[in-house]
């Protein structure tokens, strides 16, 4: 099956972000597919590539560039939502005359109808939030 | 037929109870995150999801329960556990899933 | 995969402008206007209060937020008519359909468990 995943809240703040991941990560282990991960409301956070959590505890954002990077995933932020918090990447920089940039290696910044396409193409949206 | 999810404690937010009274006999419940506490004995929900277990199919996710220190044994009888390769199944399984935030 | 018509649910049950969940929901429902699905938006719990009428604040004056109820009122001309309020919610908070900004259809919990079982795609938020 193909599956779609919304993920609505941040990094360690709630626990969405990482029920997200393992529940994807046991769907790929099925030998499903993910069609896409969508980061909307705070899930932009996931994003970052500032991130420093402490050494003896997951790194939330590095697991997702991981899984993205092992099995080719779709990770998109949305656009509106991330620029609303401050996650950037350089093209967006540039456009809005931002010093820098935040994005992480994995994800890609796009429209909402990226979520609806997901919701359209997918067997089954599932989604992770509070 | 729906699978509902409910990550929410029952004695924090209404999503259970919400949950509870808008879904219809045959349909599925996992309760995840917060909400394993909706799956245990002897608290004022006990009741509640006894009665639920007549027309719905109620799962637990058994990692957020040994997270949260409890273990299967404190669970309701009749409540499944499962765990994310379940959860996986349970999606698979139903037309479509409701997050019941 | 054109052609392909599925029934999406929006499910707000969140309160307006305490978090911006209702805000950034309305948002979604806009863009998936242009994709010609069956759209129903779901109003539950302290989601009906997002339809409240007289919603009285700007960037610059009272709470300071924008207020953003009348967009509720415009998607009607995106063709996204099908508003449904869960009766049980609109009678706990003591409100009836004349408190509300936009016309909508009143749904009892068996209608309204009846509609969400029919859907394809339920976005929560």
């Given at each position: 099956?193909?599956?779609?995943?919304?993920?609505n809240?941040?990094?360690?703040?709630?626990?969405?972000?990482?029920s997200?991941?393992?529940?994807?990560?046991?769907?790929?282990?099925?030998?499903?597919?993910?069609?896409?991960?969508?980061f909307?409301?705070?899930?932009?956070?996931?994003?970052?590539?500032?991130?420093?959590?402490?050494?003896?505890?997951?790194?939330?954002?590095?697991?997702?560039?991981?899984?993205?990077?092992?099995?080719?995933?779709?990770?998109?932020?949305?656009?509106?939502?991330?620029?609303?918090?401050?996650?950037?990447?350089a093209?967006?920089a540039?456009?809005?005359?931002?010093?820098?940039?935040?994005?992480?290696?994995g994800?890609?910044?796009?429209?909402?109808?990226?979520?609806?396409?997901?919701?359209?193409?997918a067997?089954?949206?599932?989604?992770?939030?509070? | 037929?729906?699978?509902?999810t409910?990550?929410?404690?029952?004695?924090?937010?209404?999503?259970?109870?919400?949950?509870?009274?808008?879904?219809?006999a045959?349909?599925?419940?996992?309760?995840?995150?917060d909400?394993?506490?909706?799956?245990?004995?002897?608290?004022?929900?006990t009741?509640?999801?006894?009665?639920?277990?007549?027309?719905?199919?109620?799962?637990v996710?058994?990692?957020?329960?040994?997270?949260r220190?409890?273990?299967?044994?404190?669970v309701?009888?009749g409540?499944?556990?499962?765990?994310?390769?379940?959860?996986?199944?349970?999606?698979?399984?139903?037309?479509a899933?409701?997050?019941?935030? | 995969?054109?052609?392909?018509?599925?029934?999406?649910?929006?499910?707000?049950?969140?309160?307006?402008?305490?978090t911006?969940?209702?805000?950034?929901?309305?948002?979604?429902?806009l863009?998936?206007?242009a994709?010609?699905?069956?759209?129903?938006?779901?109003?539950?719990?302290?989601?009906?209060?997002?339809l409240?009428?007289?919603?009285?604040?700007?960037?610059?004056?009272?709470?300071?937020?924008k207020?953003?109820?009348?967009?509720?009122?415009?998607?009607?001309?995106?063709?996204?008519?099908?508003?449904?309020?869960?009766?049980?919610?609109?009678?706990?908070?003591g409100?009836?359909?004349?408190?509300?900004?936009?016309?909508?259809?009143?749904?009892?919990?068996?209608?309204?468990?009846?509609?969400?079982?029919?859907q394809?795609?339920?976005?929560?938020f």
């Amino acid at each position: 099956m193909k599956f779609a995943i919304l993920v609505n809240e941040g990094p360690y703040q709630h626990q969405a972000a990482d029920s997200a991941y393992q529940f994807a990560k046991a769907a790929l282990e099925k030998g499903h597919e993910i069609f896409r991960i969508f980061f909307y409301h705070d899930g932009v956070n996931n994003a970052t590539r500032l991130t420093i959590p402490p050494q003896d505890d997951r790194n939330v954002v590095e697991r997702w560039t991981k899984l993205a990077q092992d099995h080719n995933l779709d990770l998109v932020v949305c656009i509106a939502a991330a620029q609303r918090r401050g996650l950037l990447d350089a093209n967006e920089a540039k456009r809005n005359g931002k010093t820098a940039d935040n994005i992480a290696d994995g994800f890609r910044i796009s429209g909402l109808g990226q979520l609806i396409e997901a919701g359209i193409q997918a067997d089954r949206l599932v989604v992770f939030g509070d | 037929m729906l699978l509902h999810t409910v990550n929410k404690s029952p004695f924090e937010r209404n999503a259970l109870e919400s949950c509870l009274r808008l879904s219809q006999a045959g349909h599925a419940i996992l309760l995840f995150e917060d909400g394993v506490y909706a799956a245990l004995q002897g608290t004022r929900w006990t009741a509640a999801m006894t009665d639920a277990l007549q027309t719905r199919k109620i799962y637990v996710m058994t990692s957020d329960l040994e997270a949260r220190g409890m273990r299967t044994e404190n669970v309701i009888a009749g409540i499944q556990p499962v765990d994310y390769s379940g959860f996986v199944d349970l999606v698979a399984d139903h037309k479509a899933t409701q997050a019941w935030l | 995969m054109e052609g392909v018509i599925k029934k999406f649910l929006y499910l707000n049950r969140k309160a307006p402008y305490g978090t911006i969940y209702a805000l950034e929901s309305l948002e979604v429902v806009l863009i998936g206007a242009a994709f010609d699905q069956d759209i129903s938006l779901a109003f539950i719990d302290d989601g009906v209060y997002e339809l409240k009428k007289d919603q009285k604040t700007t960037v610059n004056d009272g709470a300071g937020i924008k207020d953003f109820s009348k967009t509720y009122r415009a998607l009607s001309g995106y063709d996204v008519e099908k508003l449904y309020v869960d009766k049980d919610s609109m009678e706990q908070r003591g409100l009836t359909e004349a408190d509300l900004l936009v016309p909508v259809q009143v749904l009892d919990s068996a209608q309204m468990a009846e509609l969400m079982g029919q859907q394809d795609v339920i976005l929560s938020f």
